[in-house]
Every structure is written in C-alpha cells, then in structure tokens.
C-alpha cells in the first residue's frame, strides 16, 4: 500500500470513529477528585469553604465535558449521569475512609491514617475501584476501564469495575493482585500481594455469567494464592494460605494451605 492510500486510510478510520473522551483528560479529573476528597492527597491548600467549592464544581463541569463527549454512548443524557454520579460520592467517601482504617489496623507497618490515604498503593487502587465502579454500575461505558487500567500502571493492582468489593477492604503491600469481573467480596476482608481471583477458562459466550469467586465476610487470603471459578465460595471466617490453588469452595472457619500438597482444616 502507497503512503497515500494510507495515509487516507488512516484519516477516513479517524472520521468515522466514535467520540470517545481523551484519557489523560479522564485521569487529570480523577487525581483532581481524589485530591478533593483526601486532604492528604492534596497538592494546595484552601483558603476559604468557597475555594474549595470553585474547585468541586470546575469537577463538576469537567465530568459533564467528559461525559457529554461521548453522549451518543450513554444509556441516559450526561447531565443525568453527573448527577447520578455525585449523589454517590458522599457514600464513597466515607467506605474510602473504612478501607484505610483497615489498612492501618492491618498492616503493623502503617504509622498513620495519613500515610495509608497518601503513600500506600492499596489505598489507591480501592479508591480508584469504588469510583470506576460507581460508572460501572451507572452504565458508563470506557471511563470505569480507563480508571481501572491507570490505577494498575501505578500500583499493579488489576481489580476489575464491575467486581463488587464490601466494607473496610484491605489490600496489603497489593502489588500483583488481579480481581476479576464478577467477583463478589464481603466485609473486613483482606488480601496479600499476588493474590488472584480469577475465573476457569470460559468461552466467550459465557462473559455475562458468573465466572469468578465469592469470598465472604471476614476472610484472609495470603500471598500468591489463587483462587478461580463462579461456583467457588470461600466461607467466612476462613483462612487461605500463600501459594493455595483453588477451584472448589471451602465451608465457614476453614484454614486452607499448601505444604507440597493442599490441606484443609475446618473450625480455629
């Protein structure tokens, strides 16, 4: 093919392709929300309630620009969507804050609230998650997946949006994480770095079924450990040691772990 052929080849391709939002523009807003919302991620200080409300409302109006460029995509108008958005981030708020106060019990490292909400990547990835999936659940298209795909370049946490995370999530250390689609997490829970929630390979016709776990309330999940299957249910109160491999589910108060084989034993 000559330079010219596709040379317009490319620029018809560019023509016809739908408006979709620039992501650098998606993931300026994002640090620019979080920063609002965390203090200690903040890079300014407010001198006045009424600076601080210029600055959330110049978010405001870059999410309706955001939204409103890919309009044609949304299942309601932008301007629905923004509202709908927003009446949430006070119940995101205050689950964020839930979720560093379990980092800081979690990890005996952690000296302060200040340092999980500033320094530790788990905290960022949550943070990030519970947005993504405000959209997610709002019928966003793109944006959750713009977000959640930023956040796992900075921290190399993978959690999908559409996964559904409960009360004082801990993430501790974090990095290789991988969350899938449909995963269901309850309270108090907490995992260690390079834990894998997965699912069995599944043909394509199976992507709106469940096909990852469901752990329960008050669950440790150790380093390493993989864990794949819509039918799997880790029961809560249970243990799961690093490096377990599992496609089965396990009853409440059960410690699982691998010493050349898996074992398991049921109740404390």
Not at 39 to 50: D, F, H, I, K, V
Not at 190 to 215: C, D, F, N, W
């Amino acid at each position: 093919m000559e330079e010219k052929q596709f040379i317009d080849k490319l620029y018809t391709s560019h023509q016809n392709a739908q408006r979709i939002p620039s992501p650098s523009a998606v993931c300026n807003w994002l640090e620019g929300l979080l920063m609002a919302m965390f203090p200690e991620l903040a890079n300014r200080r407010y001198n006045s309630r009424r600076e601080l409300e210029q600055h959330y409302r110049q978010l405001k109006l870059e999410l309706f620009t955001i939204l409103e460029t890919m309009e044609e995509m949304l299942p309601v108008a932008a301007e629905e969507l923004e509202q709908a958005f927003l009446d949430q981030l006070p119940t995101v708020h205050t689950l964020l804050h839930a979720d560093a106060d379990a980092l800081l019990r979690g990890d005996p490292a952690a000296v302060s609230k200040t340092e999980v909400i500033r320094t530790y990547p788990g905290f960022k990835a949550t943070a990030v998650y519970r947005l993504a999936h405000e959209f997610h659940r709002l019928g966003v298209p793109l944006i959750p997946r713009i977000l959640s795909e930023h956040v796992h370049s900075l921290t190399g946490i993978d959690i999908h949006p559409g996964a559904r995370i409960g009360e004082s999530f801990c993430m501790d250390h974090g990095t290789g994480i991988v969350i899938g689609e449909t995963v269901e997490i309850g309270n108090d829970v907490k995992l260690y770095q390079g834990v894998t929630l997965g699912a069995l390979s599944v043909a394509k016709e199976m992507a709106k079924t469940k096909r990852h776990p469901t752990i329960e309330d008050r669950v440790v999940i150790y380093a390493g450990a993989t864990i794949l299957g819509g039918e799997t249910i880790i029961g809560h109160d249970s243990i799961i040691g690093g490096s377990v491999w599992l496609t089965k589910s396990v009853p409440p108060h059960s410690r699982i772990y691998y010493d050349g084989y898996v074992r398991q034993k049921v109740g404390a």
